[in-house]
Each structure stands twice: as structure tokens, then as C-alpha cells.
């Protein structure tokens, strides 16, 4: 069945074009940097937000009208893949990513449960085989269910964490099957809603109990995907353990699991941390530790992850500086962790807010490789620190002093000659780089 019937596939038309149906600035095929836009920014569809998701908030109920809305249970989850894959051909994204609870309705126990992931898996495992798709990551939903109520790897309660491991043991296996590039660990209730009621102690050591468990399983079952870990600060918990990259990065090295994960970073997770997406970006690929990108961006006027789809062009630039800088994102992939807004409720939607994403993200590549190419940001990067280049700076970044040397280097200053740091110029020059890119032509 043909759920977008009235849509062809979107092509590149170009800046001027007035389609609005078209790429304006994602040319697959263009080469930015010495890479195709399309191998570069790997561009995934989230199952959830734009074929699972009804459009309901805290506050009223939901607004999306979907064509295969008719069906019910295991109705529903077929036409959705169906719809799915016809998305991913003619939206021409390479990639999806799903939760468990996404793709197969839960049965009545987790042995029904898993039988209908079977059904489904096999399903998307055909389609993606006739279209060429790739599962870019797979998680498991260890939140929404009630029996997650107190959390899973970090609940109070033993049998929510075996629950919760059974069913990342079965996404394990879905990963593995489909072939997934990466697996992702979002820890939506993997922290706590008071310290009155919580052995913070306790949940921080069996969180890590479960990651090494689940790396042993991987292992054990030859499947090679990137692990993933997801940051985020709270919501729904108050506080997630997983706060944000550096919160999480020294989780892992207290733990010994540094070298089996990587992050997925989002956007509207950094602003939520009160970190700017770049930050984010920078913070884990200085250790080497970026994995993959959830593209969305947050509402500065609200104080949630909003997950709008992602249209600010300074902030795609800069993030886009850190991916090429970060030499790309390996395995990784720019994942639209994005729903439309609840008023936006047509399925043409879902095609105009990936557009707007694939746009915003191809010109933010463009502009930032040039950004790259011209050594703007490095030189002056370079041209500020350049006292530690000679002399007393150069003895301090290779080990080659101490308090007694400093202080007597100290009693010979008279002043200190600073530079301005030049905030100002720095984002002219930068607003200048986004309207150059495509003026040129
Ligand atoms: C929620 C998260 C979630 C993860 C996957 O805030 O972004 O969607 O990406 O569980
Ligand atoms: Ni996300
Ligand atoms: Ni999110």
C-alpha cells in the first residue's frame, strides 16, 4: 500500500527553488571537503517521532493524522514499516533508528512481547534488504511501561532491572540481526526523583553492573555495533545520571567501560544541561569519544526537550565544525531525534520538517568546511595561545617546570600583555561565512 501518495521523491533543486518539495541545499551527491553530502552527514529517520507518535502533550490529547492510523496492534505495526520504508526512499535518507516498543506492539508477557518483535524484525529485515536502508542505531524503550515507574538498570527493584535486561539482551539480538551500526542506551528513568528515597551509591554501581553485562552479551553473540550513551540531565527524572558528556564520560572511566562506548550527543540535551549543542560536540571529541548526533534543537522560551526538528543555521554550522573536525562521525550519523509540532498534524509535515533538517544540516556542512578550509577559527585559536609556543608557556606544556620556576618567571613580569579577545569580529566573520556560501555562485 502507498501511504504518501500525493509526494515523489524530494529531490535537490537547488537555493532558489520554490518546490516545497525539494532540497534547497542537501545535494546528496555533492562533494563538500573531499566527501558526498550523503556519506557524510548520514542522515537517519527516529521511528518514533515521526510513524509512532500521536502529537499528545501534558495538556491535550493527540492531533496527528496519519494514513495508517485505520489499522490496530500487529495491523498497525506492519503498515507502519510499510510506510516507514516508503518514507525513508522518498525523504532519501540512508538510515532509521527505532526503540523496541516503536516497531511491535508489547503482548501480554515478554515471551508474546518478543515474538511480535519477531514478526516485525523480520519484516524490516526484508525491506531494508529491497531498499538498501541501514539501522543506524536500536535501543531499548526501559521507560514508558509502569513497571519501569522507578527506573530499570537504576530501579530500586531487582526484577525491573532483569526486566530491563532482558529486553536490551533482546535488542542485542535485533541489532545484530539487522545489522545495526550502533546501540544506544538513553537512560530515560536511569536516575532519581529525590535523594530522600534513593542509595545513589547502589544504582551508579548496578548501572555499570548492566553496561558491562551488556557489553559481555555483544560480545557473546558476535554483535559489533558502536555502544552508545545518550546524555541527557533529567525529564522525566529530576536527575538523570547520565547528566551530560563529561558527567557521563567520568561514569565510564570510574567503571572501566570508557573503551566500549561512545556518545550520542542531541542538541536539545545539551541547552537542557545549560550547555550549548557545540559544547557538547567539542567536550566528547577532544577525548575521542563522539559517536553519533540526535538532530533536533531546542526552544530557548521552554524549559523542556521540545525536540523541534533543527532550522538554526549558527548552531548547525557550529555543530557541523566539530563533526568535521571530529573527522566525521564513523559509525555514527545525524539521527532527526525531531517531532513536528502538535499543530502541524498533516503528513506533508513529516516530509517539510526533514527537509528543513537535511537543509539546515547540509548548509551548516558547507559553511563550516569552509570555515575549516580557510583556518578561520584555528587561527585564531592559534594566534591567542601562542605563548605557549616559547619560552615560559612552551616549559609548561612539556612538563618542564614548577612552582619555583614559575614564581621566580612571576617576579620578573611587570605587566601582563594581553590580546582582546575578539568576540565580535570572530561572529561577523562567521555570519559573513553564511551568507558567502552561497552568494558565490
Ligand atoms: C529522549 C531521548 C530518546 C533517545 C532514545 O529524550 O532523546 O528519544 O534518543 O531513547
Ligand atoms: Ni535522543
Ligand atoms: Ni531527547
Redesign the pocket.
Known amino acids: 500500500m502507498i501511504y504518501f501518495s500525493n509526494i515523489n521523491k524530494i529531490n535537490y533543486e537547488g537555493p532558489s527553488s520554490t518546490n516545497p518539495f525539494a532540497f534547497k541545499f542537501y545535494n546528496p551527491e555533492e562533494v563538500i571537503g573531499g566527501k558526498s553530502m550523503e556519506e557524510f552527514l548520514r542522515y537517519g529517520v527516529a521511528y518514533w517521532h515521526t510513524f509512532t507518535m500521536d502529537g499528545s502533550d501534558p495538556f491535550g490529547a493527540g492531533t496527528m493524522v496519519r494514513p495508517w492510523d485505520k489499522y490496530s496492534d500487529m495491523d498497525l505495526a506492519k503498515a507502519r514499516v510499510e510506510a516507514a520504508f516508503e518514507f525513508f526512499e522518498k525523504i532519501n535518507a540512508p538510515y532509521f533508528c527505532f526503540h523496541d516498543i516503536d516497531i511491535a506492539p508489547e503482548g501480554n508477557n515478554l515471551k508474546e512481547t518478543n515474538e511480535n518483535l519477531d514478526t516485525i524484525v523480520s519484516m524490516i529485515k526484508e525491506y531494508m534488504k529491497d531498499s538498501g536502508k541501514k539501522l543506524l542505531w536500536n535501543t531499548a524503550n526501559n521507560f514508558t511501561h509502569p513497571r519501569f515507574i522507578h527506573g530499570a538498570a537504576s530501579s530500586n527493584h531487582a526484577d525491573a532491572f532483569a526486566y530491563a535486561a532482558a529486553k536490551v539482551k533482546k535488542g542485542l539480538e535485533i541489532g545484530k540481526e539487522l545489522g545495526a551500526e550502533n546501540y544506544v542506551f ?1 537512560g530515560g528513568r536511569e536516575g532519581y526523583e529525590t535523594l530522600l528515597n534513593t542509595d545513589m551509591k547502589l544504582e551508579l554501581d548496578n548501572l555499570a553492573r548492566f553496561y558491562h553485562m551488556a557489553v559481555d552479551y555483544a560480545k557473546e553473540i558476535g554483535f559489533d555495533a558502536q555502544f552508545l550513551i ?1 546524555p541527557k540531565p533529567k525529564e522525566p527524572t529530576t536527575h538523570q545520571y547520565d547528566f551530560d558528556v563529561a558527567t557521563g564520560y567520568a561514569f565510564l572511566q570510574n567503571y572501566d567501560l570508557q573503551d566500549h562506548f561512545k556518545f ?1 550527543i ?1 542538541a536539545n ?1 545539551a541547552t537542557l544541561a545549560g550547555h550549548t549543542f557545540e559544547h557538547e560536540l567539542r567536550y566528547a571529541r577532544i577525548h575521542d569519544m563522539l559517536g553519533s548526533v ?1 538532530a533536533n534543537q531546542g526552544d530557548p522560551l521552554l524549559g523542556w526537550d521540545t525536540d523541534e526538528f533543527p532550522t538554526d543555521l549558527y548552531s548547525t554550522t557550529l555543530a557541523m565544525y566539530e563533526i568535521i573536525k571530529n573527522g566525521g562521525l564513523g559509525r555514527g550519523g545525524l539521527n532527526f ?1 525531531a517531532k513536528v509540532r502538535r499543530g502541524s498534524f498533516e503528513a506533508d509535515d513529516l516530509f517539510h520538517a526533514h527537509i528543513a533538517g537535511m537543509d539546515a544540516f547540509a548548509v551548516g556542512f558547507k559553511v563550516a568546511q569552509k570555515l575549516v578550509d580557510d583556518n578561520v577559527l584555528d587561527g585564531i585559536v592559534d594566534d591567542r595561545y601562542k605563548t605557549y609556543t616559547d619560552g615560559i608557556g612552551l616549559d609548561i606544556v612539556n612538563g618542564q617546570t614548577d612552582f619555583h620556576k614559575l614564581e621566580k618567571h612571576a617576579y620578573g613580569l611587570s605587566e601582563i600583555n594581553h590580546q582582546s579577545g575578539r568576540l565580535e569580529s570572530i561572529k561577523a566573520t562567521i555570519n559573513q561565512y553564511l551568507l558567502q556560501a552561497y552568494a558565490e555562485k
Do not use: G, S
Open positions: 538513553w545518550e550520542n542531541e540535551h540526535d531525534d
